[in-house]
């Protein structure tokens, strides 16, 4: 089987751009949405539009870079919430902390789990969505064995219904409201006993 070339390492003052540019890129994306400026995200990195193409080959790219370290401490979070809780109360913590981020950063979180221009995102096999599916699937999958949630849930279900919470109140100054709105979506997806 072949193996895919590892991409070279930058170059000292390339790595500094593209350093430069991740942290604008969250700054502007955290205030504007995922639809902000490359312009601006370019101006405020102090580069100019070209190396920021020539760093990031699409807008995907570059929210990629953005996401990419948040969203491996997220997945460590659901192993450690697995680790230390039941299955049910594993789940709810770490949706929890999936919505404080999605708070937190603006609707950034759900322009990766939405349907629209980055809803690709979900089908490539080692992008951000998919890390964030296979940490729910797997916190999902215990929480179904122990007969915690209800067992037609799909994790496509968890990440719409997370995008919707997110979507709902990214342009609202109540960041309690997604907190309201996930507890009552958890009270919806946990089963009841009898």
Same mark, same amino acid.
């Given at each position: 089987?072949?193996?895919?070339? @590892?991409?070279?390492?930058?170059?000292?003052?390339? @790595?500094?751009? $593209?350093?430069?540019?991740?942290?604008?890129?969250?700054? #502007?994306?955290?205030?504007?949405?995922?639809?902000? *400026?490359?312009?601006?995200?370019?101006?405020?990195?102090?580069? %100019?539009?070209?190396?920021?193409?020539?760093?990031?080959?699409?807008?995907?790219?570059?929210?990629?870079? #953005?996401?990419?370290?948040?969203?491996?401490?997220?997945?460590?979070?659901?192993?450690?919430?697995?680790?230390?809780?039941?299955?049910?109360?594993?789940?709810?913590?770490?949706?929890?902390?999936?919505?404080? $981020?999605?708070?937190?950063?603006?609707?950034?979180?759900?322009?990766?789990?939405?349907?629209?221009?980055?809803?690709?995102?979900?089908? @490539?096999?080692?992008?951000?969505?998919?890390?964030?599916?296979?940490?729910?699937?797997?916190?999902?999958?215990?929480?179904?064995?122990?007969?915690?949630?209800?067992?037609?849930?799909?994790?496509?279900?968890?990440?719409?219904?997370?995008?919707?919470? *997110?979507?709902?109140?990214?342009?609202?100054?109540?960041?309690? @409201?997604?907190?309201?709105?996930?507890?009552?979506?958890?009270? %919806?997806?946990?089963?009841?006993?009898?």
């Amino acid at each position: 089987m072949a193996h895919a070339a @590892q991409p070279r390492p930058l170059r000292a003052d390339a @790595q500094r751009n $593209y350093d430069r540019i991740v942290s604008a890129a969250r700054e #502007v994306f955290a205030q504007h949405g995922a639809g902000a *400026s490359l312009k601006e995200i370019a101006r405020r990195a102090g580069t %100019g539009s070209a190396t920021l193409h020539r760093l990031f080959s699409s807008r995907r790219a570059l929210l990629e870079a #953005v996401f990419h370290d948040r969203v491996e401490e997220l997945c460590a979070m659901a192993a450690q919430r697995a680790k230390e809780n039941e299955p049910g109360p594993a789940l709810f913590a770490w949706l929890r902390d999936l919505n404080a $981020y999605a708070v937190a950063s603006r609707g950034l979180a759900a322009s990766l789990l939405r349907d629209g221009r980055d809803a690709d995102l979900l089908e @490539q096999g080692e992008g951000c969505q998919a890390t964030i599916a296979n940490a729910a699937r797997e916190l999902l999958r215990r929480a179904q064995q122990a007969s915690a949630v209800r067992p037609g849930l799909l994790v496509e279900d968890l990440l719409a219904l997370f995008a919707a919470i *997110s979507l709902a109140t990214e342009h609202h100054d109540d960041d309690e @409201q997604a907190d309201r709105l996930l507890d009552i979506a958890i009270e %919806g997806i946990r089963l009841k006993s009898s």
